[in-house]
């Protein structure tokens, strides 16, 4: 089981950055995906996860309505949509697979490396 996420970068605030989550080695419609995020010296949070079962998803409070988890089945690749940015999303973003369904990080037991993304002016 693999997951490479990439995408992240350097974006003024107000900007956005599309992160991709590749898996291989797995199917990834048969996994709870999520996305978290750890800024420098914090723990690692929820972002956003979207369920194997029914496709629902959830956000954290912070990125209600800037942020958009997607999946494509046919490329076995989950997206996370980022919009309006600010420079508190500042953070290394990993994407993470699940058997169960969960929102918390220590419930996931596969993870991809992380991509840096930095909201700067």
């Known amino acids: 089981v693999q997951l490479q996420a990439s995408g992240g970068g350097v974006v003024q605030p107000g900007g956005s950055l599309r992160l991709s989550c590749a898996a291989s080695?797995?199917?990834?419609?048969?996994?709870?995906i999520g996305w978290f995020r750890q800024a420098a010296g914090e723990e690692r949070e929820g972002v956003s996860c979207?369920?194997?079962?029914?496709?629902?998803?959830w956000y954290a409070e912070s990125v209600k309505g800037r942020f958009t988890i997607s999946r494509d089945n046919a490329k076995n690749t989950v997206y996370l949509e980022m919009n309006s940015l600010k420079p508190g999303d500042t953070a290394v973003y990993y994407c993470?697979?699940?058997?169960?369904?969960?929102?918390?990080?220590?419930?996931?037991?596969?993870w991809g490396q992380g991509t840096q993304v930095t909201v700067s002016s």
């Open positions: 993470a697979a699940d058997l169960a369904w969960s929102v918390r990080p220590t419930e996931y037991d596969y």
């Open positions: 080695g797995f199917t990834l419609d048969d996994y709870s």
């Open positions: 979207i369920s194997k079962v029914d496709g629902s998803t």
